[in-house]
DNA sequence: CTCAAGTTTTACAACGTTATACACGCCGTG
DNA sequence: CACGGCGTGTATAACGTTGTAAAACTTGAG
C-alpha cells in the first residue's frame, strides 16, 4: 500500500540506489535519468519512509524543546518562534514541559522521554550546575534562559541583570523610592536571582536602600502568584510605592491586588512586568515589561542545536538577544489620547 | 558507543531475540531467564532504538497536535493536556500552528508537513467540509471543535449552540435586552457560526430582537480583534449593554476598549467570553465564561486517535465534552467581599 | 582498435528491531 | 516407551533507507 524506493525502482526500471540517489540530489545522476526517475516517484507517489531513512542516517529530524509551562504565554509565543526556525531546516519540534521542576528537568535533560530526538532545547528553572555536569547524552543541547555559570552547552538568554536594572533605574526615574520584587524564589533558581540582583544593584546605584523586606518569594510563576506575594507584602504592613515583578503574569496578578485593596495604578504603585506578554496590553491599566526579542531567541536557539549536529561542533557560547523596557500605563499612567496598541 | 539487543545478547549469552522478547514483556520467558537478560540490560544500560522500532512495527510512538495558534492560553492549556494525556499511553506530542489559515490547515490534514506520525489530532478553524472528504491519507485523524455536518472523522467538542445560548440567557437574566457578538467570521468559519446560532436563538426564544447591527465580524481571534470589533460597534453609534465574545481573548480586548470609552463594566456593559482562559481570572474585573473541561478534551482527543491505530477502527463519533458557565465580576459585578480566586 | 581514466549505475551490506517459523526439551498420556 | 502437545528459546528474514565498493558504461588518447 505504501510506496518504497523498491517500487520506484521497479517502475521505473533501475535500480533502488538511482532512485534513492535522485531523491537525495545526488551529484552523479545524468539529466535524462533523473528525469526518468523523477516521473515514476511522481507518478507513484512515492515519499521516503522517515523512519527507515533515521535508523540508517542515525537522524530523526526531531528536535525537543522542553519548557516549563505552556499556561505562561511567553512559552507559548516562544514555541511559535522555535516551531517556525525550525521548519525553515525541515526540522520539526516535540514539546513538552517540565512544570518547572527539578525531577522532570532532569528527567529531560538526561534525555528519559524522547530518545528520539536529535537535539534538546531546555528552558530550566531550578536546574543546577551539578545537574548538566554529569549529563550522559549525545544529544546536543541548548539552555534557554541565562545562567550564572559556564557549563559546556550554549545558552541564549537576554541579559537579566541589566534588563532589570533597566526596569527599576525606569521606576527610580519616576521618583519612585520604594520598588518591591515579586518573584524571588526559595529554591534559588537561576533567572530569579538574576532579576533580584538587577533590583538591588540598580538601587544602590542610585543611593537607595535594597530593602529585602520588600522582596517576596513564591512557589509558582503564575498570575495566583503574584497575587499572593502582593498580598503577602500588603498585609505585612509595607506600601511600597512601586513593584517589579518576575513576569508578567506575576505583574497582572499583582496588579489585580492593588486593584482589590484599592490602590491605583501607577498613582499609587508603579508596576514593571517581565517578558512582554500580550495579555499585558490589553488589561485596564496596561503593562510597562522588558520585551524580550522572542523571535531572535527562538531561531537562535534552533540555530544553535543544529550547528552541533555536525561533527564540528563549536565552542559552547553565551549568546545575547536583544530586549527593549516597553513603557506602558502601569508606570506613565493613561494618556490623554487613546493608546495605539 | 550504543548499546543495541546484539550488546546485550552477547553479554548475556543468549540471542538477540531473547532480549527482546523480556524487554517487550512477552509471555513465554522463565523468571530465571528474564531475570539474567534483566540484569545485563540494566548493567550496559540499554535503551531500544526508536527509529529501528517505528521501521519494524510502523508505527512511530507520535501523535502530532494542530492547533491554530499558540498565542491563544487557550490552546496551551489544552496542549498540556493532550501532551499528559499521551504520554500516558507513552505517546510523544509533535506541535504544530496553522495559524488558523485554511492553506496551512490543509496541508497539514493532508500529512504533508510530518510524514513521521501515527496520528494526527487538529483543531480547524476555516478548513471545509469538502477539503477534508479527498483526504488521502491513512493516518488517523481528530477533529477538535465542533463541525456541523458528519465526517468520518470523530469530533471532540463542546455543544457550542447550547454552551453559547447559556451565556446569554445568563445576560437575559440580568435584564440586558442588547446583547452584541463579537467575533463572527466573514469565512464562515464553524465553530464562529455556531456560537452566532447560540446567540440568535437565546435571544429569539426569549422574545428580544437578535439585532445583526450587533454582531460584528473579526478577522483574527486575539485580543487586538476584541477591541476592533468592539470599536467598530461603538463607532457605529450602537451602545448595547451586554457582549458575549467568541473567546476570552476577544472579551478582554473589548473590556479595555470599554474601559477606555468610560464605560463600566458590567454596570453600563456586561460581557462573557468563551474558554475560561486563566488570564480573565486575574484583570481588573474578572470575566465570566465558558468553561470547557480542557482536561476531558485532552484526554479524549488522544484516545479517540489511538484507537484508531488498530485494525479494528471504531465507528467515527461525535464526542461531547462537558463545559461550565462561570459567573465573575464582568457579569456580577463586584462582589462586597473580596473574591477568592 | 585498445586501453586507461573518468563517469554513471548497480549489488550488497548494514542500521536495530520484531514476526515467523522452527528446534528443543519436558511433560503426561496411550 | 513412543507420541503428541505445550512451553521456552533461537535462527532468519524482513522493515526502507543509505554508504561502500565494485561493475558497467563513456570518452579520448595513443
Redesign the interface.
Known amino acids: 500500500?505504501r510506496v518504497s524506493l523498491k517500487d520506484v525502482a521497479a517502475h521505473a526500471g533501475v535500480s533502488i540506489k538511482t532512485v534513492s540517489n535522485v531523491v537525495n540530489n545526488y551529484q552523479h545522476v545524468t539529466p535524462a535519468m533523473r528525469e526518468r526517475v523523477q516521473r515514476s516517484i511522481d507518478a507513484l507517489g512515492y515519499?521516503?519512509?522517515?523512519?527507515?531513512r533515521?535508523?540508517r542516517k542515525g537522524r530523526?529530524?526531531?528536535i525537543a524543546l522542553a519548557l516549563p509551562?505552556?499556561?505562561n504565554?511567553y512559552?507559548?509565543?516562544l514555541?511559535?518562534s522555535v516551531?517556525d526556525a525550525a521548519?525553515q531546516h525541515d526540522y520539526?519540534?516535540?514539546?513538552?514541559?517540565t512544570g518547572g521542576s527539578r525531577d522532570q528537568e532532569l528527567l529531560v535533560s538526561q534525555g528519559f522521554?524522547?530518545?528520539?530526538i536529535d537535539g534538546l532545547i531546555l528552558s530550566p528553572i531550578e536546574l543546577r550546575t551539578e545537574d548538566l555536569r554529569d549529563r550522559e547524552q549525545?544529544v546536543p543541547l541548548v539552555l534557554l534562559g541565562e545562567r550564572d555559570y559556564d557549563l559546556p552547552y550554549d545558552h541564549i538568554a537576554i541579559d537579566n541583570v541589566a534588563a532589570a536594572r533597566d526596569a527599576v533605574r525606569h521606576l527610580i526615574e519616576l521618583g519612585r523610592g520604594e520598588v518591591a520584587f515579586i518573584g524571588a524564589r526559595r529554591d534559588r533558581s537561576e533567572p530569579a536571582q538574576l532579576r533580584v540582583r538587577g533590583w538591588r544593584e540598580e538601587l544602590t546605584a542610585a543611593g537607595l536602600p535594597a530593602d529585602e523586606g520588600l522582596v517576596a518569594a513564591v512557589d509558582g510563576w503564575?498570575?495566583?502568584d503574584g497575587?499572593r506575594a502582593m498580598r503577602h507584602i500588603l498585609d505585612s504592613g509595607r506600601r511600597p510605592d512601586a513593584v517589579f515583578a518576575y513576569n508578567d503574569?506575576m505583574a497582572?496578578?499583582a496588579?489585580?491586588v492593588l486593584?482589590?485593596r484599592g490602590l491605583r495604578v501607577p498613582e499609587d504603585v508603579a508596576v514593571v512586568g517581565f517578558d512582554d506578554v500580550?495579555?499585558g496590553?490589553?488589561?485596564?491599566?496596561t503593562l510597562t515589561s522588558i520585551s524580550p526579542d522572542k523571535a531572535a531567541i527562538g531561531r537562535l536557539a534552533v540555530e544553535s542545536v543544529l550547528a552541533r549536529l555536525g561533527d564540528s561542533a563549536p565552542e559552547p557560547r553565551r549568546i545575547w538577544a536583544d530586549y527593549q523596557l516597553v513603557k506602558r500605563e502601569s508606570t506613565l499612567g493613561r494618556p490623554a489620547s487613546?493608546?495605539a496598541?
Chains 1, 2 share one sequence.
Open positions: 500500500m515519499q521516503p519512509n522517515l523512519a527507515a533515521h535508523l530523526t529530524g526531531i509551562e505552556l499556561g504565554p512559552f507559548a509565543e514555541t511559535a516551531i521548519s520539526i519540534v516535540l514539546l513538552d514541559h522521554r524522547a530518545r528520539v549525545d503564575g498570575h495566583a497575587a503574569p497582572i496578578g496588579m489585580r486593584h482589590e500580550i495579555e496590553r490589553f488589561g485596564a491599566v487613546p493608546p496598541s
